[in-house]
């Protein structure tokens, strides 16, 4: 067993880009996190293995009180076999960790005592007006006074960036990373800002307030990003993921090694090697199954070519690739004829490369990892 994923779908404001599923009513907080935790008990035969990493993911989980927090870490370790110091994350948000000294010191030592040992804050931004066109809950200076209190408690600290902002130029951006390099953290994610349906910030586009994103210039954010931490000795070990070595996620490299995992929380998916499942996106209904005892989730049984094609995406974002003999030994010698074929192309244009028996993207290839995978995928055998 790689992890359990546990998601808090609660936000106290939306942001305008995102399209994860949370809810901005609190009220029904308390409720939830005895529904999560009767799911972690309900579902406990559905694992054998041990586990190696709890995260909690959002929504915002620093909404949660610490008492709420420990509960559900205690849930785990009363219901499932834990290995010694598993990795314990926690997704926050910078104005939940920012107030008095005092109280900050007893947030973060109060995290520590519950067991958490990472976090990952979302920053997204050090700059007023980024923060202010994404609709963050947090501003510029508690961006920064975050991470100054995070630094004196926790050596495990990972933040989110976000490029290609309308309206955020290059130098913008290589400061923001700067920032970020400035404080000495470990491991950094950044992601391109993308605009998804039903979210204010594709109204806002489409009604010509704010300009639409430029993949091109996205594009020239991204090398600029892996330039500059490539330089300060970080891995770039997956696309949108850079770590000092000894620092890269377990959580999430278990899931692009194709490791088994539980996710509880409404919206949440598992994996266990052969199925995906996925729990309902309502909060009240949610409640309502798990109160009753009934696991409100659906669940589809991967073909083969739904495996080969989930393991050519992860493979190539990744600085482990997709290894040919492989794609040969567990999924047949026609897939590993196809993706010799439909590679073949990218491998002359220099976006892909063979190393070791392994298909990896090349530098010039990274940003463009997700369509070179998508002409990689199998469509018609099962």
């Known amino acids: 067993m790689s992890g359990i994923y546990i998601h808090i779908p609660f936000c106290k404001q939306a942001c305008h880009y995102c399209d994860f599923h949370f809810s901005t009513q609190l009220g029904k907080k308390e409720a939830m996190v005895n529904a999560i935790a009767k799911e972690l008990v309900l579902r406990k035969s559905e694992v054998d293995d041990e586990v190696e990493t709890i995260y909690f993911g959002g929504g915002t989980p620093s909404v949660l009180s610490n008492a709420e927090i420990e509960r559900l870490i205690q849930t785990v370790y009363d219901n499932y076999k834990v290995i010694d ?6 997704e926050a948000n910078p104005d939940d960790l920012v107030s008095s000294r005092a109280q900050s010191r007893d947030l973060f030592l109060k995290y520590k005592n519950a067991g958490i040992n990472r976090l990952s804050i979302g920053i997204q931004s ?3 007006e980024d923060l202010k066109l994404m609709n963050r809950a947090h501003n510029a200076s508690e961006a920064e006074q975050c991470i100054q209190e995070a ?3 926790f050596d495990n600290i990972t933040i989110d960036l976000i490029y290609g902002i309308p309206g955020m130029d290059n130098e913008r951006w290589e400061a923001n990373v700067q ?23 594709k109204k806002f ?4 307030l704010v300009p639409d994103v430029d993949d091109e210039h996205a594009q020239e954010q991204f090398h600029i990003l892996v330039d500059m931490l490539e330089a300060e000795g970080f891995v770039n070990y997956e696309i949108s993921n850079f770590g000092k070595p000894g620092f890269f996620s377990q959580n999430n490299t278990a899931y692009w090694l194709g490791k088994t995992y539980l996710g509880v929380g409404p919206s949440a998916h598992s994996f266990d090697g052969k199925h995906r499942s996925w729990n309902i996106r309502n909060n009240p209904t949610y ?10 989730m659906e669940t589809e049984a991967l073909s083969t ?19 040919l003999d492989r794609i040969a030994s567990e999924f047949g010698k026609n897939y590993r004829m196809y993706i010799n074929q439909q590679s073949s192309k990218f491998l002359e244009q220099g976006l892909l490369l063979i190393e070791d028996g392994k298909l990896l993207t090349t530098k010039k290839g990274k940003f463009l990892a ?10 018609n055998l099962k």
């Open 305 to 323: 070519t739904d495996r080969y094609n989930e393991y050519v995406m992860t493979g190539l974002r990744t600085i482990w690739g997709v290894d």
């Open 85 to 90: 110091n598993p990795e314990i994350t926690l």
């Open 126 to 128: 050090f700059f007023e």
């Open 205 to 208: 586009i489409e009604k010509g």
């Open 370 to 379: 997700d369509g070179i995978a998508s002409d990689l995928f199998m469509l």
């Open 151 to 153: 630094i004196q408690y």
């Open 179 to 201: 920032k970020a390099l400035d404080f000495g953290l470990p491991h950094i994610s950044s992601y391109a800002l993308t605009v998804e349906p039903r979210t204010a910030l």
């Open 287 to 296: 409640i309502k199954k798990i109160e009753a005892g009934v696991l409100p």
